[in-house]
Every structure is written in C-alpha cells, then in structure tokens.
C-alpha cells in the first residue's frame, strides 16, 4: 500500500498525517508512564520490572507507529517521525533513571553503597537504550541534511546530539538555533557522560 502511494505524493501525505495525528493522544498517555520504586524485595522488584516491561512495551509499540509513518516518505513527516522516536526512547531512559530507591526496607536499612549499587544497575540498563535514541536523531539530522530540509526537529535532534555526543557533534549554527530552546542537563545525559502547515506529535519536554 505505501509503495503504491508512493506514486500519488498527495495522498502519501494525507495519510502520514492522519497516522501522526492519530498518535496525539498515546503519545501523551505514553508520557505519564512512570517506572515504580526499585525496591529490592522481591515483591518490590516484580512491581518494578511490571512497570518497567509495560512502559517499554508501549514504547517500542509507538516507535513501530513512526516507523509506519515513516514509511510514507513524506519528507517533512518522516524528519518529525525520527526525532519522536529519539524521544520516546529519551522519555524511557528518564522514567527508569527516575525511579525512587528507598532508604529502607523490612529489617533493613539501605546503605549509600547499597543505593549506588541500584542507581549503578539503572545506569547499565539505560546504555544500550540511549544509544538507541542517538541513533534516532543522527538519522532525523541525516534525512534533513539528504533532502535539504530543515526544521525545528532536525534542529531539535542535533542538539539532542549535542547533549549527548558533544565530542562527534559540535555546537549548531547560532543563526537557527538561537530561538530553540538547549535541552536541559538532566538524569537521562548525565548517565552516560509544527512546522506550519504539518501537525506533529507534542515533543517530549526536555
């Protein structure tokens, strides 16, 4: 079906931007997704890991969505698309890295080795994720650069890049980034180290 709609470029943009639309809402549902406590009994631990599996799993679902999107080839809608799919995975990082340790439970006090130790755990699960959302917005700033398009989520996405490989991607051009707001420091770095006329999905707020 996107093949075929390949050769009416009107249509191909119509649906890409009926599916984003479609998004709106889960989207934002998907944001309030939060990661329970890492609690180290075991009843702790299965409400964490529930909450953890059901937060990536409607992730992963969304970013299939974009993938579907992007699949249309509509050029403005699939730069938008890949710089979502940076965020989702982004939004997941932060959720995990977020959730509380307690200080204590049943019979025992949790030291800050014991803390360090959890907050360590966290720290090793999200790698592989961040390089994932890297990967997202190297290729949102990629397809811009291909087709000579930019906008606010390739802008966007190469300061996402900046945040987080400022060794690979140096600092944008003031000329059109000065009215993007940086994305602020946060949990998610520190781990490691609408356009007009096209509705797109809310950005994850940095």
Request: aromatic content about 8%.
């Amino acid at each position: 079906l996107k093949a075929g709609l390949a050769k009416f470029p009107r249509c191909a943009a119509h649906m890409a931007q009926v599916q984003t639309d479609e998004l709106r809402e889960p989207v934002q549902k998907y944001l309030t997704l939060v990661v329970a406590e890492m609690n180290p009994t075991d009843k702790g631990a299965q409400r964490f890991e529930a909450s953890r599996d059901a937060k990536f799993k409607e992730r992963d679902r969304l970013v299939q969505r974009l993938q579907d999107i992007v699949q249309f080839g509509v050029a403005e809608i699939s730069v938008a698309a890949l710089y979502q799919m940076g965020e989702l995975y982004r939004d997941s990082v932060q959720k995990l890295l977020d959730a509380p340790i307690p200080s204590r439970i049943p019979g025992y006090v949790l030291t800050k080795a014991d803390k360090d130790a959890l907050k360590n755990q966290l720290k090793a699960t999200v790698a592989p994720i961040i390089e994932t959302a890297v990967e997202a917005y190297r290729l949102c700033v990629e397809k811009a650069y291909e087709i000579g398009l930019y906008t606010e989520w390739s802008k966007r996405a190469l300061l996402r890049l900046r945040e987080l490989r400022p060794e690979t991607y140096w600092p944008v051009d003031e000329r059109y980034s000065a009215s993007i707001p940086t994305p602020k420091p946060d949990g998610y770095a520190a781990a490691l180290t609408s356009d007009k006329g096209i509705r797109l999905l809310p950005s994850v707020a940095p």
